[in-house]
């Protein structure tokens, strides 16, 4: 069973629409929780962390946690053509020390 | 604001040969890690550093792998003997704790091994 698996797209959206991204994991344990964006070419970019239960809001992002169904999304609202990149699940086990788990990334385009 | 730089930014190498690959981390982080990204599949942890040791290394971390903080800045990686299977982006990346604090990528170190 993969670690972190998230839907590979790509996942195609208007200029202006809300994006859904979404992500899946398999330890049951795990406590923290990651989305970084990719460029292509370029390294992760960290976007938001989520360590409890419920959605956490930063400017057009919204993460959402779900720890007992194991989920965790990203929602970018507004989305603008300069959003479109892979975007990165990461997980943090809890018997891990820094370790962070990819997903191998949703790659989202936004059409003007 | 401050970055992770990484050094140098493509390098080109036979087959067989030793490589190191250069990091600063962020100044007042304390943590780094090593990462990397074959062409077209997911990020994968090799390691995790602290206080001029390993914490925490994945199964790619082989004996062909080494880290070394050799001053109070440079965060280095290098492998003895490359393999073609080598070849991948290498991302160097520090944060101030390993519990809930989230890590910064440096630009990535592309390696061509051939």
């Known amino acids: 069973q993969k670690e972190v698996e998230q839907n590979s797209g790509p996942l195609s959206v208007p200029e202006g629409a809300i994006a859904s991204l979404n992500c899946t994991y398999s330890?049951?344990?795990?406590?923290?929780f990651f989305w970084y964006r990719q460029y292509s070419g370029k390294s992760p970019e960290l976007i938001m962390f989520i360590y409890s239960n419920g959605d956490k809001e930063d400017g057009r992002f919204t993460a959402q946690l779900n720890k007992a169904s194991q989920y965790v999304s990203l929602l970018i609202r507004d989305s603008q053509p300069s959003d479109s990149a892979t975007y990165l699940c990461?997980?943090?086990?809890?018997?891990?020390?820094?370790?962070?788990?990819f997903g191998r990334g949703t790659q989202l385009t936004v059409w003007p | 604001e401050p970055e992770v730089t990484q050094t140098p930014s493509h390098q080109v190498t036979q087959m067989g040969q030793e490589v190191i690959l250069r990091c600063v981390p962020i100044?007042?982080?304390?943590?780094f890690y090593w990462y990397r990204q074959i062409l077209g599949q997911k990020v994968e942890f090799l390691v995790s550093f602290y206080n001029n040791e390993i914490s925490e290394k994945s199964e790619i971390f082989d004996d062909q792998f080494s880290v070394e903080r050799p001053d109070g800045s440079n965060f280095t990686l290098k492998i003895r003997s490359t393999k073609l299977e080598d070849s991948a982006m290498y991302f160097c990346?520090?944060?101030?704790?390993?519990?809930?604090?989230?890590?910064?990528f440096g630009p990535g170190t592309r390696l061509t091994v051939l």
């Open positions: 330890d049951r344990g795990s406590q923290s």
């Open positions: 100044s007042n982080h304390l943590y």
């Open positions: 990346a520090s944060s101030t704790s390993q519990s809930y604090n989230e890590q910064f």
């Open positions: 990461a997980v943090r086990r809890g018997s891990t020390l820094g370790r962070l788990y």
